[in-house]
């Protein structure tokens, strides 16, 4: 918590503080913490909330966790304003009452330092940009077939012969300065190690584990799981978090059908040479690691292919393999025409228009994350409002209100249209889905994630690609669904703009304008 104060304290008042002359009448001089809780563990279901009261010459900041606390000094910075009258600070209220929590639980960024190496201040710079913003987890995505930069002490070949240079390569040490200056700022690390598909880099280290011609581990290869197993049994000391991505996406069986010992070993298991023979094995595959990772003590998170490619069904979308466990969480990252890919089917209501790829005994559902329509990647780095209008909740578009004749806030107004986003699904008709006032379905979708792929970021415009647009999910994520006006977002964020250029981070214009 004291270092929390230092950075508040440092954000307030800037390196050289301003001393006031003389103390103003309405001033306050100090703000007194109090946190119901002294455990510093940080896990998906930490209680984030905060109540800060400024009233009467007083200052108080409550909260059940540090965490929380945390939370509510970041607020509290924000009200502030510097060289108001004859004071050093000021507060942008006459009274201020805020009893705030987030919305959803999970309220990621994925950094992509696979495609290109990310030096320790890059991550450290945007770790801070995230405290900023309140977002609490940090997906970090540090293998892929371009390099295999995690330097471990039991595995040390995969970063030997997959990193760009030995140089290039994150430490033990390294991912524990992470861990710890991210649970400084409220912020989970949730490491990504993506397989069996994107896995080049692997090969070089352990040829005897991959097929290197098809950026594939080896599905049927004893030494794929030694290997898989030693890796995780240390990554899970390394990272604290309960959950860990194995990622399981974009898997390639044109590799295995022209893998010729991979054929006999099918064959020889009753697996058949066609694509479902192949989505058996990669089910088979994806089934070993989650017990791996689960015997490490850890959750196993998925991109959504494992829940809706490699099932016992031809056709896509399929019906989960069996061999999924049931407390996977699946993170929807992409929406084909037909617009199947929904909510409805990760959370165990089955695809609409499609009961054939959903069997009841998986009424259950997945815990979900949403990434969909928050790839900040792509160009469009000032396109800030369809990113805040995304709702993890429903495909529909809703605008709220409050009418004038209202008693209190609490009397909201609604309208919502089921536009078709992703246009007519196959059988020409638009379809829509709502979980937000059902409670079974909501209570599975964790929250989300903006993903920051790395072919084209690196170092130098990592925070301005992100940025503003990561500031938009951030709101999305933590508010309520209500507050989803763009107009009246627009001077809020410009304004958190201007604030985070002068903690120094890089943020890209929201349009005309200065700060």
Not at 135 to 156: A, C, E, G, K, Y
Not at 164 to 192: F, N, Q
Not at 345 to 363: K, V
Not at 419 to 424: D, H, L, R
Request: proline share 6%; glycine share 6%.
């Amino acid at each position: 918590m004291q270092s929390a104060v230092q950075r508040a304290t440092l954000n307030i008042f800037g390196s050289a503080p301003v001393v006031a002359r003389r103390r103003h009448p309405a001033a306050f001089s100090h703000l007194q913490i109090t946190i119901a809780s002294d455990d510093l563990g940080l896990t998906v279901d930490t209680n984030e909330s905060y109540s800060l009261r400024l009233l009467n010459f007083s200052a108080t900041l409550q909260s059940a966790t540090v965490y929380g606390a945390i939370h509510g000094l970041e607020t509290f910075t924000q009200l502030t304003a510097r060289k108001l009258g004859d004071c050093a600070v000021g507060i942008n209220a006459s009274a201020v009452a805020i009893d705030d929590a987030p919305r959803f639980r999970w309220r990621g960024l994925m950094l992509d330092s696979a495609r290109h190496f990310l030096p320790m201040s890059a991550i450290t710079g945007m770790l801070d940009a995230m405290s900023y913003n309140k977002l609490n987890v940090l997906h970090w995505h540090i293998t892929d077939s371009q390099s295999f930069s995690l330097l471990t002490d039991r595995t040390p070949e995969l970063a030997f012969g997959g990193a760009y240079d030995r140089r290039l390569t994150y430490s033990t040490d390294d991912v524990r300065k992470i861990v710890s200056y991210a649970a400084d700022r409220g912020i989970r690390v949730v490491p990504e190690l993506d397989s069996p598909g994107h896995a080049t880099s692997w090969a070089v280290g352990y040829p005897n584990a991959s097929l290197p011609t098809c950026a594939t581990l080896d599905p049927t290869a004893d030494a794929t799981y030694a290997l898989l197993r030693a890796l995780f049994e240390e990554v899970a000391r390394l990272f604290p978090d309960e959950y860990l991505h194995i990622g399981a996406d974009e898997v390639d069986f044109a590799c295995w059908n022209s893998t010729k010992h991979v054929r006999e070993w099918m064959q020889s298991h009753g697996l058949p040479l066609t694509d479902l023979g192949y989505k058996n094995l990669t089910a088979l595959y994806i089934g070993k690691l989650a017990e791996i990772v689960s015997g490490v003590g850890k959750v196993s998170v998925a991109w959504q292919e494992a829940m809706d490619h490699y099932g016992p069904s031809l056709a896509n979308p399929t019906p989960p393999s069996a061999k999924l466990p049931s407390n996977m969480v699946i993170e929807q990252w992409f929406e084909p025409a037909w617009n199947w890919a929904n909510l409805t089917s990760i959370t165990g209501s089955g695809y609409i228009a499609r009961d054939d790829a959903w069997p009841p005994s998986l009424a259950d559902g997945f815990e979900a994350l949403v990434t969909l329509g928050w790839y900040l990647d792509n160009t469009a780095v000032n396109s800030w409002e369809a990113v805040y209008l995304r709702e993890p909740l429903t495909n529909m578009s809703c605008t709220y209100s409050t009418p004038t004749t209202a008693a209190n806030d609490e009397v909201v107004q609604e309208h919502c249209e089921c536009t078709c986003p992703s246009g007519p699904w196959r059988d020409g008709v638009c379809h829509c889905y709502d979980h937000r006032r059902d409670a079974k379905r909501r209570a599975k979708v964790l929250g989300g994630e903006a993903p920051l792929w790395g072919e084209h970021i690196d170092e130098s415009n990592l925070q301005p690609r992100a940025f503003p647009r990561a500031m938009a999910v951030a709101e999305r994520l933590w508010s309520a669904m209500e507050v989803n006006n763009v107009s009246l977002a627009t001077p809020r964020l410009g304004k958190h703009r201007c604030r985070m250029l002068e903690r120094g981070v890089a943020v890209t214009p929201l349009g005309p304008g200065y700060c």
